[in-house]
């Protein structure tokens, strides 16, 4: 069974744009969530979709949003962006909301200049 | 003080054992867990415990979980270089998201 996906793995984006990353969850899973790790605060949850809803959100200003499809791939998208958004993105794929099995993907570095 | 804490950094020496210690704040805390992350690579599961359960045992991997004194750790039995990464304990009441330390890096002297 193939893993949880993320595209593109790398990203070199300047402050002001805008950036895309795409998650595909594991075949059957429903329930994606998204992280951002970094150094100095390490991982802080972002926000959690199932079934093309968001079911819990994180403490990011509303720069960071996100959505489902109705195939469960998910991506989440970060506007005007900030130095401080060069993280790594992580995704997260489980069954169903709260499962205790979350599969996470390889993550997306995004660098900001 | 953070919701979850670890300590930085662990030394051991390949065939040793490694014991990663965890503390966390929020008694209502239903499952704990242990991820492992790779240098360049996402999260692995390795295991989790339910608040109920005092020990859990998987191969080379022993969790203890202190609930009254909000301790989790992790024993890592004849430590080889590949157990070498970062672990990261991570703590859950509910269906709340997962809320993780800052993680251990293991090193693993040959």
């Known amino acids: 069974k193939a893993g949880v996906t993320q595209t593109p793995r790398y990203l070199i984006k300047t402050r002001g744009q805008q950036v895309t990353l795409s998650c595909s969850p594991i075949?059957?899973?429903?329930?994606v969530s998204w992280y951002q790790q970094t150094p100095g605060q390490g991982l802080q949850f972002l926000f959690e979709?199932?079934?093309?809803?968001?079911?819990n959100k994180g403490n990011f200003p509303g720069r960071f949003s996100g959505r489902q499809f109705s195939n469960s791939r998910s991506e989440m998208n970060v506007s005007t962006l900030e130095l401080g958004d060069s993280a790594l993105y992580l995704c997260?794929?489980?069954?169903?909301?709260?499962?205790?099995?979350?599969?996470f993907g390889p993550g997306t570095r995004l660098t900001v200049l | 003080g953070e919701d979850v804490e670890q300590s930085l950094f662990l030394s051991v020496r390949e065939g040793d054992s490694s014991v990663i210690n965890c503390t966390y704040t929020?008694?209502?805390?239903?499952?704990l867990y242990w991820y492992k992350q790779e240098p360049g690579a996402g999260l692995q599961l390795l295991t989790y415990?339910?608040?109920?359960?005092d020990m859990k045992q998987d191969q080379r991997l022993t969790v203890l979980l202190n609930k009254k004194d909000k301790h989790l750790s992790l024993r890592i039995a004849d430590t080889q270089t590949g157990d070498s990464a970062i672990y990261f304990c991570?703590?859950?009441?509910?269906?709340?998201?997962?809320?993780f330390g800052k993680g251990t890096r293991l090193s693993v002297i040959a």
């Open positions: 997260a794929s489980s069954l169903v909301t709260g499962s205790n099995e979350q599969f």
């Open positions: 075949s059957g899973h429903r329930s």
């Open positions: 979709y199932f079934s093309e809803t968001q079911r």
């Open positions: 929020d008694s209502s805390s239903t499952y």
């Open positions: 415990i339910f608040s109920n359960m």
């Open positions: 991570a703590r859950r009441s509910g269906n709340t998201p997962l809320v």
